[in-house]
Nanobody, 120 residues
Framework: QVQLVESGGGLVQAGGSLRLACAAS????????VAWFRQGPGKEREFVTK????????DYADSVKDRFTISMNNDKNTVYLQMNNLKPEDTAVYYC?????????????WGQGTRVTVSS
């Protein structure tokens, strides 16, 4: 099974931007869709956004709509999460994983995640 590796996290001030990357090690996403989840301090892991392998369908949690943008490169081996106008409540460890697009059922393993800290 393809392994996904997250990167790009860091410390940013509120209102700033970060771009996260989710890379498929050793190949492509293998025809599967990809989602980003996050887990904030003391919170449960929650869905953030997803993108389909085919056709570029996307969906977003209400809390990030109009601020975050998910995209997939043409080689279909990296998914990006552009995060703009970051808020302190976006502070979390961000994870990407393989999913079935229509019901967001997770079919891949969790990676190590990448930490995003937004200061006020």
């Amino acid at each position: 099974q393809v392994q996904l590796v997250e990167s790009g996290g860091g410390l940013v001030q509120a209102g700033g931007s970060l771009r996260l990357a989710c890379a498929a090690s050793g190949g492509t996403f293998g025809g599967d869709s990809v989602a980003w989840f996050r887990q904030g301090p003391g919170k449960e892991r929650e869905f953030v956004t997803k993108i389909s392998w085919f056709g570029g369908l996307t969906d977003y949690a209400d809390s990030v709509k109009d601020r975050f943008t998910i995209s997939m490169n043409n080689d279909k081996n990296t998914v990006y999460l552009q995060m703009n106008n970051l808020k302190p409540e976006d502070t979390a460890v961000y994870y990407c994983t393989l999913i079935k697009y229509y019901d967001t059922e997770r079919i891949g393993a969790w990676g190590q995640g990448t930490r995003v800290t937004v200061s006020s």
